[in-house]
């Protein structure tokens, strides 16, 4: 009789954390659905390839164009430039938390970064629109809104990511290897970047991806200090509007026509995830096989 | 016939050693001579590593180790002015347990070289061909130069390790019982080697294999509780011990 109690209560926890996991899967299906089912009539009509490669945005024309080839290589600048600021401080700041820094001042600096991770997107948006574009509207030309602004404003909201990432993969090094290295005489720098690092290097990676995941999804804090005129910016001191400031700007007033071209944005932003998503699958797969580490 | 008495290598002196508190080394005197093969025996948790790990400043990782007494390397004091890395590119290490770098057999050999300055191709080749010559696993791995150093056998891992250790063209080669996670065949293939290298370069190893250190070494060090009870030569030590307790211990009586 209590057996049967248990054995029921036992189940009873399978089936409710299956409905859990159900629902996040049902979750990720529906939005897929939704969002490329949306996605479909403006790709019909307008044509993909027109779509994906026009460079006019003229939503409320007669007839009206939708291309939104600036928006995807605003997005790419955007969010590369993140990386060329985010990573290189990432992949540093994660060595010295792994390698170098203090055991009392550890915690600290380990808060910090993940407080860094739960500043609100806005919050961000103001900081640049407060010290970033004012600065380079200050040193440099344009009013400040730019590709520049928002690639320092991406490259620290992706820092957290890139060093937790990198820093548990540097430490998931064994410590054999930098011994091995110390005891041919190299230095602790040497140790760590010609052998811990590329020992490391699929994890970077990942943590980079996933960097640049967040960097090309962020919207708010782009808006705010990307400028977001549609045209494809010739410096980095220039304008450029990224998919989802696209989004975001015209989703009150679309309709119609403009509002499918909306969701197709949308979509060709999922796809970029996907992509991400997909390329971070094969680099943790050829981790696993080739013996390296994660 | 008497044979001049070789050139000293290193010398420790009067050395002590503490983690912490707790003391590993307890007046430690030693000669290691030139070309010959010094052999660490005893019981485990007695120093033998905490030792072989001072010889080249490995020790200088761990926080809490302090040491007093004095280490001298062709008569230069290795913790005086010496340079870290001079001393260990001198002194090479190979480890318990197999560690190559998670890269090509050739980038493992060519680490060393490539830390210390030596860019051009051509020289690296010749030092990794060289080096896996002299640790005679060239034969095996010539056509998997590019593979990946994790695909090959313990074993070959192991002599992987001894020649990126020769690649430094060190003077020392100190081992950390290089043997104990490989099979007799390996074993017997190092344990050669070895022997093989004692004409160029000075050998300290650690063991606790008996028979291995009465093959190969000249000399023996047998610890314990961190003092070194009786120093000597191999034959000497393994057939007349002067003191009980080494007696003991190779005869397999200790308790
Ligand atoms: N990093 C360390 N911190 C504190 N104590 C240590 C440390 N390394 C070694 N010890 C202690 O020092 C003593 C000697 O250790 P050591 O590793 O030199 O022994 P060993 O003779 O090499 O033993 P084994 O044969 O098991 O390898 C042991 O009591 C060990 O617990
Ligand atoms: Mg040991």
Redesign the pocket.
């Given at each position: 009789m209590a057996k049967d109690i248990k054995e029921i209560r036992e189940k009873g926890a399978e089936y409710f954390f299956l409905l859990c996991s159900l629902v996040s899967i049902g979750a990720v299906l529906l939005i897929c659905y939704f969002i490329f089912a949306g996605a479909y009539p403006a790709l019909r009509d307008i044509g993909a390839w027109a779509f994906l490669t026009g460079d006019l945005w003229k939503p409320t024309d007669h007839p009206p164009s939708f291309g939104i080839f600036n928006m995807i290589a605003g997005s790419i600048y955007v969010t590369a430039g993140a990386c060329i600021f985010g990573v290189p401080v990432g992949v540093f700041a994660a060595v010295y938390m792994a390698k170098y820094c203090p055991r009392k001042i550890y915690p600290v600096a380990s808060q910090l970064v993940s407080l860094l991770a739960g500043i609100p997107s806005i919050i961000y948006g103001f900081f640049g629109m407060m010290m970033i574009v004012p600065f380079i509207q200050e040193n440099f030309s344009g009013n400040g809104n730019s590709v520049l602004a928002a690639s320092i404003v991406l490259g620290v909201m992706i820092l957290p990511t890139v060093i937790k990432v990198s820093e548990v993969s540097i430490r998931a090094v064994p410590k054999s290897y930098f011994e091995g290295a110390l005891a041919l005489g190299a230095t602790k720098e040497q140790s760590i970047f010609f052998v811990g690092i590329p020992a490391a290097k699929s994890g970077i990676l990942a943590g980079v991806i996933l960097g640049i995941g967040r960097a090309i999804g962020e919207t708010m804090a782009v808006v705010m200090v990307a400028g977001n005129s549609n045209i494809l910016p010739e410096s980095i001191f220039k304008s450029v509007r990224t998919l989802t400031a696209n989004i975001v700007l015209e989703m009150g007033y679309a309709a119609g026509p403009h509002y499918d071209a909306i969701v197709a944005t949308g979509a060709v932003l999922f796809v970029f995830i996907l992509m991400l998503n997909i390329v971070l699958n094969i680099i943790n797969k050829g981790a696993q096989t080739s013996g390296g580490l994660s | 016939m008497l044979k001049a008495p070789k050139p000293l290598k290193i010398r420790v002196e009067d050395m002590n050693l503490y983690?912490?508190s707790?003391q590993?080394l307890i007046n430690v005197n030693l000669d290691v001579l030139t070309n010959e093969i010094t052999a660490f025996i005893?019981p485990?948790?007695?120093?033998?590593?905490?030792?072989l790990k001072s010889l080249n400043r490995m020790n200088d990782l761990?926080e809490?180790?302090r040491i007093t007494g004095k280490i001298t390397y062709d008569g230069e004091d290795i913790y005086g002015k010496m340079n870290v890395s001079e001393l260990r590119k001198r002194v090479g290490m190979v480890f318990q347990k197999p560690n190559p770098f998670p890269m090509s057999v050739y980038d493992n050999i060519a680490y060393g070289p490539r830390t210390h300055g030596i860019k051009k191709k051509k020289v690296l080749d010749q030092i990794v061909e060289e080096s896996l010559q002299n640790a005679a696993i060239w034969d095996e791995l010539k056509d998997r130069l590019k593979k990946s150093a994790l695909a090959i056998s313990g074993g070959q891992q192991q002599r992987l390790c001894i020649a990126r250790a020769l690649a430094i063209k060190p003077e020392v080669i100190l081992l950390d019982?290089p043997t104990s996670a490989l099979d007799p065949i390996s074993t017997t293939k190092i344990e050669d080697l070895l022997a093989e290298l004692k004409d160029r370069y000075t050998i300290v190893i650690?063991t606790?294999n008996m028979g291995q250190a009465a093959r190969i070494s000249d000399k023996t060090a047998f610890?314990l509780h961190?003092e070194i009870v009786e120093f000597g030569r191999t034959m000497e030590i393994f057939s007349k011990p002067k003191d009980k307790k080494t007696e003991d211990y190779i005869t397999g009586r200790f308790g």
């Open positions: - | 983690y912490d707790f590993a005893g485990s948790g007695c120093g033998k590593s905490t030792l761990i809490s180790c019982e650690v606790h610890f961190g």
